[in-house]
């Protein structure tokens, strides 16, 4: 009760700042709302955990027929972001979210509103990444992706990929020890 007591001070603070003065939890201990406008707006949710976590979510993509492979494999194999952001696939594999996880219990008013930014921020970042990752992978991708013989090793490294700032795979096949190219 303490956390939902301090996470809806929270909210009550931001709520003001933004012209919203009763932003409160739900019954779910969640609270949704629609930040910026246009191409930028982002609905973020935010829902108190159990466990006293502040946990931030936003939908990037839903799709009733599934999710693309590469964005699946994505998902399973991701590194962590700088700003703490990941990306999370639903049960059924139908929705990717954008979540942050965060402590409430050092948090003050500018903490909140300061993550609250930052998460806008990074989605609207994620949603013009997640566009790229959702595309069909163009022949040089593929080749990246292709099969590799049975008594090969494929071992994944993740690395930066400089032109678009957006984490990428890249499959290395190594066989006794050598790289093979």
Do not use: H
Not at 35 to 43: I, P, S
Not at 100 to 124: I, P, Q, W
């Amino acid at each position: 009760q303490q956390d939902v007591n301090l996470l809806n001070g929270l909210l009550q603070n931001f709520g003001e700042m933004i012209g919203l003065p009763d932003l409160e939890l739900n019954d779910q201990n969640r609270c949704s709302l629609l930040l910026g406008d246009g191409d930028e707006a982002v609905q973020l949710t935010m829902e108190l955990a159990p466990d006293g976590t502040l946990c931030f979510y936003t939908i990037l993509d839903k799709n009733t027929s599934g999710i693309p492979s590469q964005v699946k494999e994505y998902i399973a194999n991701q590194p962590g972001s700088e700003d703490g952001t990941y990306l999370s696939l639903n049960s059924s594999g139908t929705t990717v979210f954008l979540c942050l996880g965060s402590e409430l219990k050092k948090m003050n008013g500018l903490d909140f509103e300061t993550l609250v930014r930052n998460f806008y921020s990074s989605a609207n970042q994620w949603r013009s990444n997640y566009q790229k990752l959702s595309k069909p992978m163009t022949a040089s991708s593929a080749l990246l992706n292709r099969p590799a013989a049975k008594d090969k090793k494929v071992k994944v490294e993740r690395y930066i990929d400089k032109a678009t700032g957006f984490l990428t795979i890249a499959y290395i096949i190594y066989r006794m020890g050598g790289i093979l190219a």
